[in-house]
């Protein structure tokens, strides 16, 4: 029976105890992971901070493939199916989420991500890439260009929940509650920098890390 496996990182992208677990659950040794991430000058330099703990798991640096887009965010769509198609792991990364939202969220990369999830290829995000997995994409006023809330229409992976990241850092209760209100969505789940939600069949599992995360109903208000 197909178990579906959700890591929803709250921020720090090289958190131990839920990069380990992720590279376990992709097939350790045998592991063939994605990495998703934007274009940003200099971002090669920054892949360890993703992959040492793979690495350390026994995955295969030569079997780490990284899907970025263009300067002007645009995808290789062969390349990048190609990459998807044979992965036994996704890691979407963190960085500017409106731009996370503007690539990762669109046609036909939702649909492939969405196949590989189902068919039980585990799915991970780290800050930008955990908020593209609910249905419901609630952007916080620290993470937008103008300070003020957005939201848009994400992956659909998890149904009528929203997920607030940086939660404890980001002092994001408000914000949260405010978004489960306004688009009468009943669950949230405020996770801290250095915390990660661990998901099974879209039904909270674990806890990694050495912060919270914090269960918000919409009647807390």
């Not at 963190?94 to 290829?121: F, N, Q, R």
Request: with cysteine.
């Amino acid at each position: 029976m197909i178990t579906r496996k959700l890591y929803l990182l709250g921020g720090n992208t090289s958190q131990e105890e839920a990069n380990i677990h992720f590279a376990k659950a992709a097939g350790g040794q045998d592991a063939r992971i994605a990495l998703l991430i934007v274009y940003r000058k200099g971002w090669e330099a920054f892949l360890p901070h993703y992959t040492k703990h793979w690495i350390s798991e026994g995955v295969q640096e030569n079997n780490i493939s990284v899907v970025v887009p263009n300067e002007k965010d645009e995808l290789n769509t062969a390349e990048m199916t190609e990459i998807l198609s044979g992965a036994t792991g996704i890691f979407i990364g963190g960085g500017h989420s409106a731009t996370y939202y503007d690539v990762y969220t669109k046609e036909p990369i939702k649909k492939l991500l969405l196949s590989k999830y189902a068919a039980g290829i585990p799915l991970a995000g780290n800050s930008a890439g955990a908020l593209l997995m609910p249905q419901t994409v609630l952007l916080s006023p620290h993470d937008t260009d103008n300070q003020q809330a957005w939201n848009g229409k994400g992956l659909g992976i998890l149904q009528n929940q929203l997920i607030s990241v940086h939660f404890s850092q980001w002092q994001d209760e408000p914000n949260l509650l405010s978004g489960l209100h306004q688009h009468n969505i009943p669950l949230g789940y405020g996770i801290d920098g250095d915390a990660c939600l661990y998901l099974e069949d879209e039904q909270p599992t674990a806890v990694f890390g050495n912060e919270q995360v914090k269960r918000i109903e919409k009647g807390t208000l």
